[in-house]
């Protein structure tokens, strides 16, 4: 738990593109049958096809639903995309950023700051994800590259969108490679992630982000991480996949 009690810790399940809406509403259930802490926000993000059923079976319960992806036009001739309006009712959070949307599909620090825009204006909130590439961490470009992504972001929201946006620390080389960061490197880099929000908003907005560590989050590392102090919870991939390593998780955040 982070010492600033103020910050109410995140423990969002990306699904990625995996379940069929059968299987998620099977998922969903088994992780509501695991009792997790009242203390801990947990989020359950997954894929568009199964985000109805999802939010159908969690439905008066204390986890929230999040979508994976979004795009920034409220309507139009963009065949394949979501809008925000598309999510009212049914999703309280949206990731945006995540390195395999851009890696894999092109999305640009602009692209980002767009849909974090949209985002806000829906009333939603983003989990906003920044990291480096192996590449750029062994030149020693992590607090750049970070610095970047963060501030093309957060310099086009109010104080008051910056200080209720989540924002997920996401080394590239760490995400689906079964290596993680280690709690030092992942401390420093989110502690390097606040003090960017210090610099576009101030410290009292950065005091309120919550900033998650993502990237091969499992049930065998995840107390030595979410016990650091700064770290306020987890962006879990495959592991979320397994209600029982994903209620670990959740109980490493309190």
């Given at each position: 738990?982070?010492?600033?009690?103020?910050?109410?810790?995140?423990?969002?399940?990306?699904?990625?593109?995996?379940?069929?809406?059968?299987?998620?509403?099977?998922?969903?259930?088994?992780?509501?049958?695991?009792?997790?802490?009242?203390?801990?926000?947990?989020?359950?993000?997954?894929?568009?096809?199964?985000?109805?059923?999802?939010?159908q079976v969690v439905q008066g319960t204390a986890i929230s639903i999040g979508a994976q992806h979004v795009y920034w036009e409220t309507s139009g001739a963009f065949t394949g995309?979501?809008?925000?309006?598309?999510?009212?009712?049914?999703?309280?959070?949206?990731?945006?950023?995540?390195?395999?949307?851009?890696?894999?599909?092109?999305?640009?620090?602009?692209?980002?700051?767009?849909?974090?825009?949209?985002?806000?204006?829906?009333?939603?909130?983003?989990?906003?994800?920044?990291?480096?590439?192996?590449?750029?961490?062994?030149?020693?470009?992590?607090?750049?590259?970070?610095?970047?992504?963060?501030s093309s972001v957060f310099q086009a929201l109010t104080p008051k969108e910056a200080g209720s946006s989540v924002i997920a620390y996401e080394p590239v080389w760490a995400i689906?490679?079964?290596?993680?960061?280690?709690?030092?490197?992942?401390?420093?880099?989110?502690?390097?992630?606040?003090?960017?929000?210090?610099?576009?908003?101030?410290?009292?907005?950065?005091?309120?982000?919550?900033?998650?560590?993502?990237?091969?989050?499992?049930?065998?590392?995840?107390?030595?991480?979410?016990?650091?102090?700064?770290?306020?919870?987890?962006?879990?991939?495959?592991?979320?996949?397994?209600?029982?390593?994903?209620?670990?998780?959740?109980?490493?955040?309190?």
């Amino acid at each position: 738990m982070p010492t600033n009690q103020t910050r109410e810790p995140i423990v969002a399940a990306n699904w990625k593109m995996n379940t069929t809406p059968t299987e998620g509403t099977t998922l969903a259930r088994e992780i509501l049958a695991q009792h997790l802490p009242s203390t801990v926000q947990v989020v359950l993000c997954p894929p568009a096809t199964s985000l109805t059923t999802v939010a159908q079976v969690v439905q008066g319960t204390a986890i929230s639903i999040g979508a994976q992806h979004v795009y920034w036009e409220t309507s139009g001739a963009f065949t394949g995309e979501i809008s925000v309006s598309m999510l009212a009712g049914i999703a309280s959070y949206v990731i945006v950023g995540h390195s395999e949307r851009r890696r894999l599909f092109g999305e640009t620090d602009r692209d980002v700051q767009l849909k974090t825009r949209a985002i806000h204006l829906a009333g939603l909130t983003p989990i906003v994800a920044v990291g480096e590439s192996l590449d750029e961490r062994d030149s020693g470009h992590t607090h750049t590259v970070i610095r970047r992504q963060v501030s093309s972001v957060f310099q086009a929201l109010t104080p008051k969108e910056a200080g209720s946006s989540v924002i997920a620390y996401e080394p590239v080389w760490a995400i689906g490679t079964g290596r993680n960061a280690s709690p030092d490197q992942a401390q420093d880099a989110i502690g390097w992630i606040r003090d960017t929000v210090a610099i576009t908003h101030g410290s009292d907005v950065a005091d309120r982000v919550r900033i998650q560590y993502g990237g091969s989050v499992t049930s065998d590392n995840c107390v030595d991480l979410l016990r650091r102090d700064g770290i306020d919870g987890a962006l879990v991939g495959g592991a979320s996949l397994d209600a029982t390593h994903f209620a670990t998780i959740v109980l490493a955040a309190t």
